[in-house]
């Protein structure tokens, strides 16, 4: 009985053993990530994923106040397809200021990126104080992402970003159209400032030449031939 006792004892600890072995050898298989940026108590950390089909050669963050730019990569670095990384982002100056005026405004960023075949996409209004665990795609010549939402059910910001696309499309036509219709409203201003001027001046010149004409000198000379004519005469009949 001893016997069976201490042999269940040696099983059980080798047992233990062997498992406390594989989940040491299973967390030394998780893979290390590539980072980029300094990690610090401020900055965020993001999750991201490069799911384009194709390397990203060139990766910035921006926010949408001032616009000061992250860039993430170097000129000799690549976010692979497929490949995970983690970004660390100090918050810009934008986020600090609002929240020292105690202003509850969010920050959002903009995330521009090309590709190997130097196609450029642009993520519009992306909060990193709400999604910072994300896979980037493109479809359709858009770039969009994906996340895990609270449920840990996939959501996707492809409509959004058409929206946006759209948007953004509709002002820049806008602002053309203002712009033609101004330079349109000077040019016919300053055909009608020419006109006027040219009128004045053919009025002025017009009056000029009858200040000109004046018929006294003509007169004048005439009674001074006369006169001498007179003369002659005179001294013929003397």
């Known amino acids: 009985m001893k016997k069976l006792l201490c042999a269940l004892f040696c099983t059980s600890l080798l047992l233990a053993g062997c498992s406390s072995s594989q989940t040491t050898e299973e967390k030394t298989d998780e893979p290390t990530l590539r980072s980029f940026g300094k990690e610090s108590e401020t900055a965020y950390k993001l999750t991201v994923t490069n799911s384009t089909g194709q390397a990203m050669k060139a990766f910035n963050i921006e ?12 000129d000799d670095e690549v976010i692979d397809d497929g490949e995970q990384v983690i970004i660390y982002l100090e918050p810009s100056d934008a986020k600090e200021e609002q929240e020292d005026d105690e202003i509850a405004i969010r920050t959002l960023y903009i995330v521009s990126f090309t590709l190997e075949d ?52 509709a002002e820049e036509e806008a602002a053309k159209k203002a712009e033609e219709e101004a330079q349109a409203a000077a040019a016919a201003q300053q055909e009608t400032v020419t006109y006027d001027t040219s009128y004045n001046d053919t ?14 000198y003509d007169t004048s000379s005439g009674t001074t031939d006369t006169s001498g004519s007179s003369e002659g005469c005179l001294d013929g009949a003397l």
């Not at 926010?63 to 170097?74: F, M, P, R």
């Not at 009025?203 to 006294?216: F, G, Q």
């Open 118 to 169: 130097d196609s450029e996409f642009t993520l519009m209004d992306m909060s990193f104080d709400e999604i910072d665990t994300f896979k980037v795609k493109v479809e359709e010549d858009v770039a969009y992402i994906t996340y895990k939402d609270e449920d840990d059910k996939e959501q996707s910001t492809l409509d959004a970003e058409k929206e946006l696309i759209e948007t953004k499309k």
């Open 203 to 216: 009025t002025y010149y017009d009056t000029s030449s009858n200040y000109t004409s004046e018929p006294s």
């Open 63 to 74: 926010d949408d106040v001032d616009h000061e730019k992250s860039e993430i990569l170097t």
